[in-house]
């Protein structure tokens, strides 16, 4: 396995709505009240609105030599099975009526594109991880050296979106 390692965070628009919502209620409370008590009111929810998209926006994807850690969830190398990457519509396929109940997801809804790890534990009941991935494929070939991104679903679905042009 390649060392691999990958941040994923909210987009700017995220941002911009958590700091909008602030400051639409901080002019709510100026008319209400006052502009002291709408400045701390919209300082705060700044804080809040920023800690929650950064919480929730954020995921680290880290492959190491001795397994694969997504956010705080880890597998280890011997229990990693194949590796696909998808396009976005293997990917959506994935998360809807292509999902299996019992597999492990670290997607965020910012991103269309990922990786399907399989799993190889018979005590474990999970078939599969579907990881969210700006770079799928180097995400891909990092967790399996043999991976041949001319065989994905991603490259797949780009040739043939490409041959309906």
Do not use: C, K
């Not at 911009?16 to 919502?21: D, E, G, I, R, V």
């Not at 901080?26 to 006052?34: R, S, Y």
């Not at 280890?76 to 590796?83: F, K, S």
């Not at 780009?158 to 309906?164: D, N, P, S, Y």
Request: proline share 7%; charged share 20%; net charge negative.
């Amino acid at each position: 396995m390649t060392p691999y390692r990958e941040r994923l965070t909210a987009p700017p628009s995220w941002w911009l709505a958590a700091l909008l919502f602030a400051l639409v209620w901080g002019w709510v409370f100026v008319i209400a009240t006052n502009w002291s008590i709408a400045i701390v009111v919209t300082a705060l929810l700044t804080v809040a609105g920023f800690t929650l998209v950064w919480r929730y926006g954020s995921l680290l994807i880290a492959v190491e030599p001795d397994g694969l850690r997504v956010g705080a969830a880890f597998v280890e190398t011997a229990h990693l099975g194949t590796v696909t990457s998808l396009d976005r519509s293997s990917y959506r396929t994935r998360l809807g009526t292509g999902a299996d109940a019992r597999a492990f997801l670290a997607t965020r809804p910012y991103l269309d594109h990922g990786v399907v790890v399989a799993i190889d534990d018979p005590a474990d009941p999970t078939p599969y991880w579907l990881v969210s991935s700006r770079r799928p494929d180097a995400l891909a070939a990092a967790l399996d050296p043999q991976h041949d991104p001319q065989h994905s679903d991603r490259t797949i679905g780009e040739a043939t979106r490409g041959e309906e042009a």
